[in-house]
């Protein structure tokens, strides 16, 4: 298609990806609203385009993401003319007046750099629309001439921006762009349209959204507390206090959410039934981050003698090995498996210098077993893997650490193995089924070995039933060596 009067063609072609975004993509992140998208098509349509080009970028991001979660598998990259267009309209939207089309548009452009690890492009795009969001106000709910559910629309789209704000805050480890002084309040748990509600085993309902919003308003607090300058502590007395504070509040709100779910392996998924899973993985991996990040600032202090510092470590390793922990929950065919898969990533490091340090405890084997999970998942899951510079570095340290472990342990006579994780081919699939639910080791709070710890308290923590580590650089592969391409000059759909 040449031009923009062709779009009758597009919206017959395309249609079924629109309904596709709004019903699973769009829909436990509303960043678009789908009533003012069909608008601005009828509008278009009618010959009365709307004015701006926040509709059009609404319109190739639904496209981009639609059909990359299509070409997932066969991986034609259709989407990315999408993608470039989309990149292509932002000169013009920011000399725009800030509108909920074009900033929900750069809101999910956001998410997609995130979802394949190019933080740094996300964070500049993030910036575009923290600007909109904060110069046209919808941080609060003065809004008269707006009507209520428009008004919550916009609030939503600043809500959503805090979140991707601060998890970002903690991937590079920039000071955040929404100052908590512009966090008036909570989204309501109780919304009445249901939004981010998700209902689970017991009777226990869960507001996603609110306890996204909630967990990064202490992401906030750790950062500034902790590593930021202006909150910095510089006594050892004063930085364990804030570190108690901090993980207490941690832990109160992690009580507040309900335990990890697993699939039955005989039944299929599908994608609104996993949301769950995403949702309650996502929420708990970023508690391990923060676990992390709390107790690893004790590491700063140069007057710590080793004896004290023991329990953040330990704190630190379990936090880690609950991450990993998380892929269990996650043995099938689907894009988040892979994203999850190199946001636990940075855990390794941690295990690999405990296996060093503790080479003759039998907890160093099960450690190694996480390592080679991880492996195992790159290997099963990621057909791309051997272009993947952190499967590379992983599989090094398992190496080295394999090593170690054998010579610490001379009745050893081989590193542990796991089982064969599938292929592209096997395994669970969303609308399908399979049976390596159980295949995979899981740890209790029992497998643990303290090393001569045993007189740690962990708190409450429930580690491994369910960072701030982030390595921004171990990022997802580009599909290909192409430079950047121009979007067309009349930015065209098809």
Known sequence: MSSWNAWPVWISYHGNESKYFFLTLNHDIKLLEETEVRAAVQSYMYGQPPPGSGWKMALNVILMHSLRKRDWMNQTGEYEKYLYNTLG??????????????????????????????????????????????????????????????????????????????????????????????LLDLPEEYPRDGYGIFFYPGDITLNYFRQQVRLSQIQGQICSRLYFKSGRVTSTSALDGEIASLDAELQEWRDSIPEMIRPEPSCGLIDADYSRMMCLSVLHFVYFQLVVAVHSAAFRMLDQDVESLRPSVGICVNAARGAISLLNYHQLQHPFTIHLLYQVAWCVDILFVNILENKTSTQSLQDLELIKMVLSFFEGYDRNHQRVASYHIIKALYEVASSVVREGQPGLAQAPTLPELPGSGAGMSIGGSGDLADSMPTLSMSDIDLGGWEEISLGSHDWLSAGFLQMADWGLPTNSGMELEQPDEEFDFA
Do not use: C
Request: aromatic letters at 8%; a negative charge.
């Open 89 to 182: 309209l932002i000169p013009s939207a920011i000399l725009q007046t800030p509108n909920p089309l074009t900033i929900g548009a750069l809101l999910s452009l956001t998410t997609y750099f995130i979802f394949t690890a190019e933080n740094h492009v996300a964070l500049s795009i993030l910036a575009i629309a923290v600007q909109s969001i904060l110069l046209a106000g919808y941080h609060h709910s003065n809004h008269p001439t707006l009507s209520p559910a428009e008004t919550l629309h916009r609030r939503r789209l600043f809500w959503q921006a805090y979140v991707l704000d601060h998890d970002l805050m903690l991937r590079i480890g920039k000071p955040p762009l929404i100052a908590d002084d512009f």
